[in-house]
């Protein structure tokens, strides 16, 4: 367990896991409904190959920060702070939902400290058109708070995880003001990405009712030699909802890009 201070926050994290010799970091980072509880699924098995970082988005679980910087705009400098505060030059990125703002963000404007990126059910604030929509209609409030988290099937056949879900979210009780803003900011444009270089993989399933396959489709059309891969049955947390399946898919991904 650590905090690091900055911007008007203090970001609680930890560390577990080992990474053997050059092999970069993973960082977990969080939607709008977790914290780094959320991972409980995927520290012990990534934390086996590498060094796992998890943390609290500022306002969020045990992070803290004041109102006047509860903003997105800061997610990508709060995940190079803690690199900074663990001598970090270089991670991959594991980003669901929320916390893809701050990992594509950091991806674009320093490239070099992202050895690859995983955009899991998230536009990461790329501003594609089916990504701005989607991002109106969630603001409209056609999606009521609360059920677009976990998908239908997994709520059906599994009332005990989608209980623990609501009970992990329900940790994040200290936000300094509504976080409804927080992912209405488009914080990459289209222009910004022309000649990305950064190996990404972006998952999605077809119970997603916030960001449907064709939005993920269209960010991962947008980002150059981005992959995608959609996962049947589930909705907006496959991490949560199909574990085993999520954690495949990315370990495979980042042992084939990072050659580990």
């Known amino acids: 367990m650590a905090t690091v201070e900055t911007e008007g926050a203090q970001l609680y994290y930890e560390v577990h896991g080992e990474a053997e010799g050059t092999r970069p970091a993973v960082v977990f980072a969080h939607g709008r409904g ?155 444009s289209l222009e910004e990405v022309k000649g990305y270089a950064v190996p990404t993989l972006a998952l999605t399933g077809p119970e997603d009712v916030l960001f449907p396959p064709p939005v993920m489709e269209e960010v991962a059309a947008s980002l150059p030699g981005a992959r995608l891969a959609q996962v049947p049955g589930v909705g907006h947390s496959i991490y949560f909802e199909a574990p085993e399946i999520f954690n495949r898919l990315v370990l495979g991904f980042l042992e084939e890009v990072l050659n580990t």
């Not at 699924?41 to 109102?67: K, L, M, T």
């Open 34 to 188: 977790g914290n780094c509880a959320s991972w409980w699924q995927q520290v012990p098995a990534f934390a086996e190959r590498y060094r796992v970082i998890v943390f609290d988005h500022r306002g969020f679980g045990r992070s803290r920060c004041d109102a006047a910087h509860f903003e997105a705009a800061y997610f990508s400098r709060d995940i190079a702070a803690i690199l900074d505060a663990e001598g970090i030059e270089q991670a991959a990125l594991v980003c669901q939902s929320m916390g893809g703002w701050g990992g594509l963000k950091l991806a674009v404007s320093q490239p070099e400290r992202v050895a690859a990126l995983v955009l899991a059910n998230t536009p990461g604030g790329l501003a594609t058109p089916k990504a701005t929509a989607a991002i109106e209609h969630i603001a409209s409030g056609a999606i009521p708070p609360g059920t677009g988290q976990i998908g239908r099937s997994f709520v059906a056949a599994h009332p005990e995880g989608a209980y623990l879900a609501r009970q992990i979210s329900g940790l994040n009780c200290n936000f300094p003001r509504s976080f409804n803003r927080l992912t209405s900011a488009r914080v990459v």
